[in-house]
């Protein structure tokens, strides 16, 4: 959950992919996800994988990384999705998938649109924003909080003395002639290490509600807004979460 660690990785892709422009060919990530190995349990499988997923990907679109393919294969702790149960994992959806849910909410529908990704610099190492222009207007901005926050050591599950979940407030201006509301959809979970319980806008993709199909809770807060005031928004982001402004 290190911005710097994430981009100085792709930049690297990003150079080759730089010197290889003058072939015409798109260049893509044909075979990457997290870790080696498939992946480490506790780290791949847990939320901080969901948010690193969404860095790395609109990361990849800002420096012009044509396609992303996450590697996945039966019990592998980085997969979206374990399709059958076997002797050592039970069949259900992983909390990558819900990255995978956020970077194409963030992207829309690109068979009817262009939109192109910019990376938008934040001072600090453990928080990341992107914002998505489609048709040259901006539509999205999201934010990542990647400072983390362990909900088994130190948050809510830790008794006797659980800790406040702290959040960071960020303001962005936005171009002239928006005004008005802006809608907030929020990624979130109980921790950076949590590996259930996450929903994506107060949806679900939990196998065993659905089989996987969304299931809308009741009990998360959905529908919120923004209001721009004087050239910009604000919005509060939990540590270890994150949001799409929605213009």
Not at 140 to 168: A, D, E, H, M, W
Request: charged share 15%; hydrophobic share 35%; proline share 5%.
């Amino acid at each position: 959950m290190s911005h710097s660690k994430t981009t100085g990785s792709v930049n690297n892709q990003a150079a080759l992919a730089k010197s290889l422009s003058y072939t015409g060919i798109p260049f893509i990530l044909g075979e990457t996800n997290s870790l080696y190995n498939e992946g480490a349990p506790g780290l791949s499988n847990a939320f901080g994988a969901a948010l690193w997923g969404i860095d790395f990907n609109l990361y990849c679109a800002s420096v012009g990384i044509r396609r992303v393919h996450m590697h996945q294969g039966t019990n592998y702790r980085y997969q979206s999705w374990q399709p059958i149960k076997t002797s050592i994992t039970t069949k259900g959806t992983k909390p990558p998938y819900y990255g995978n849910i956020v970077v194409a909410a963030m992207l829309g529908d690109l068979t009817a649109n262009t939109t192109r990704i910019a990376n938008l610099p934040l001072q600090n190492d453990r928080e990341a924003a992107y914002a998505a222009y489609v048709g040259g207007k901006l539509k999205r901005v999201l934010v990542l909080n990647l400072n983390q926050y362990n909900y088994t050591v130190n948050g809510t599950s830790s008794i006797p003395n659980p800790k406040p979940r702290p959040s960071q407030e960020y303001t962005f201006q936005v171009p002239d002639g928006y005004s008005g509301t802006v809608g907030i959809q929020r990624l979130v979970a109980n921790g950076s290490d949590a590996i259930t319980g996450i929903t994506w806008d107060g949806t679900s993709y939990n196998w065993e509600l659905d089989e996987g199909r969304p299931v809308k809770l009741g009990n998360v807060t959905v529908g919120e807004k923004a209001m721009v005031a004087n050239g910009s928004v604000n919005v509060s982001v939990a540590d270890s979460s994150a949001v799409i402004l929605n213009f």
